[in-house]
């Protein structure tokens, strides 16, 4: 009897291994992006802060926004 516990817990371990590789494999495969990173078609990644003008702040330059 312990003989096959022992065995069908092998073969339960060895069968959620490979299908947890292949799971992993096609999740790559399909992760993998169609174009090159130095390609021209790619637009660089947009920032999640919006930008916003503040009158009476330089958009450019130093800005010292403490009173001395």
Known sequence: MRIKY????????????????????????????????????TSPPQSPFPDVCIPGVPEKGDCCLWGS
């Open 6 to 41: 022992v065995a069908c817990m092998s073969a339960a371990l060895v069968l959620v291994v490979l299908l947890s590789a292949k799971s992993v494999r096609q999740s790559l495969a399909s992760a993998e992006p169609s174009a090159s990173v130095g390609s021209p078609e």
